[in-house]
């Protein structure tokens, strides 16, 4: 099994492409984290797609300077 910092190196590595959201490495980067939930035996509670249920879409908006609003639920 792969230890915390070769996970955190993994998801760190500049061929993960940065972390913001529409960021190209965004989807490698959950696509990876999905794939070692699903390893782990844990079932996915989220949105089905391509990451098997292991994403939930959350509606987001622009905040300006560089913050994302996330809309309520009522």
Same mark, same amino acid.
């Given at each position: 099994? $792969?230890? +915390? #910092? /070769?996970?955190?190196? *993994?998801?760190? *590595? =500049?061929?993960? $492409?940065? #972390?913001?959201?529409?960021?190209?490495?965004? &989807? #490698? *980067?959950?696509?990876?984290?999905?794939?070692?939930? /699903? /390893?782990?035996? %844990? $079932?996915?509670? @989220? =949105? /089905?797609? $391509?990451? @098997?249920?292991? %994403?939930?879409?959350?509606? &987001? *908006?622009?905040?300006?300077?560089? +913050? %994302?609003? %996330? =809309?309520?639920?009522?």
């Amino acid at each position: 099994p $792969e230890t +915390v #910092r /070769a996970v955190v190196t *993994a998801l760190a *590595a =500049d061929s993960m $492409e940065g #972390r913001g959201t529409g960021a190209p490495g965004s &989807m #490698r *980067a959950a696509r990876y984290i999905a794939s070692h939930f /699903a /390893a782990s035996g %844990l $079932e996915p509670a @989220g =949105d /089905a797609g $391509e990451l @098997g249920g292991f %994403l939930q879409r959350v509606p &987001m *908006a622009a905040g300006g300077r560089g +913050v %994302l609003l %996330l =809309d309520s639920f009522a």
